[in-house]
């Protein structure tokens, strides 16, 4: 298959389809960048990154030092922070800074919030607001709903975890945004030469490397963790980041090829803007993206009952994963698990395991 015609599969599945039709089987596309046995795992990975990152079509970097905190609340064993920080030439937000208060710190994590179309709050789905706050009532509701009525940040904070969350743009702070602006700020992103999705992960990057920087963090020791849209951006920012070492991903975790079938989770046009690099799909699957986290430690957890990530998708994703993980030597910083009965949801269960997990990873390293 040649270098385009991964992108052009892409396109005919989904307009050659319509509702009075029976969706044909497609072969499987093959992806040039994907990789093969017969080139060594390093080289590819540094060649792929390199195109993953140029894909991202970034905008210049922000000086980090310009970063301001704006409030402080003090949580009992730990303190609650409100940062300002420029993350490019054009875009700066709002972050949640979260520090214990006994030392020494276990490590630093990177929270990435999910997309819900629910624009109100942003780092407010992870980590509780502070007491003034007029999204209280929203934040709690979205932790009812999506992570056990949990913020799973001040749960982290209290094991003594440094934890930072921040908006992403058309979120929160940096919004809302009505559902169908998604488009007019995808679409002014392109006209200037940048997109979301690059956007995003880029200020993803620079908040990586700002926590990675704080004081008290051990060096070597900064995971990203995420739910759905969130899960995207934790192993995204694992596979093109220095400053990331492990990553926990909850339910977003696919193949191209079942994510763009009619009504599926990339063909809808709004909330796939954050999830779609401009000409990465020509060369990359999803696999081939994730698998540039090797071998960092990655937690991938999906459900079984989940409608916008097609298990057959996850099952064929996970055996491709391990052939990479396999070739660095290095099978058991991979877990991936397909919780059965689960739905779309980062439930109590799920986090205590990832939090064994991530204790176990902290201790190794």
Known sequence: MSRGSALLWLGLAVFFVNADMTVPVSPAPTYPGSWQASIP???????QRQFYLAALLAPVKSPLAEAQMLQQEDRGSYQAELWQIPLSSISH????????????????VLLLHDHGAYFVIGKEKMIRP?????VKTEAQNWVNKHYGGRFIGDELAEQGYLVLAADTLGFGERGPVL?????????NLLATGHSLAGLSAYEDMQLAQFLA??????KGKVAAIGFSMGAYRAW?????????????AICWFNTYQHLVLPGQNLTKGQSSFYLLH????????????VSLVAPKA?????????????????IQGHNQLKKVWQAFEADSTLRTEIWTEARHEFNQQQQQQVWLWLEQWQKQH
């Open 213 to 218: 920087q704080r004081p008290h963090v051990p």
């Open 236 to 248: 995204q920012v694992a596979a093109l980041s220095e400053h990331i070492q492990s990553a926990a």
């Open 41 to 47: 795992v390093q080289q590819w990975q540094q060649q």
């Open 130 to 134: 502070f007491a003034g706050s007029s």
């Open 179 to 187: 559902y169908e602006q998604q488009q007019q700020l995808a679409a």
């Open 278 to 289: 401009p000409g990465l799909a020509r060369q990359l699957d999803i696999v081939d993206q």
């Open 298 to 314: 990655l937690y991938l957890i999906n459900g079984g009952q989940d409608p916008l990530m097609p298990v057959q998708g996850v």
């Open 93 to 108: 937000s709002k972050a949640l800074l979260l520090t214990p208060k006994s030392q020494p710190i276990k490590a630093a």
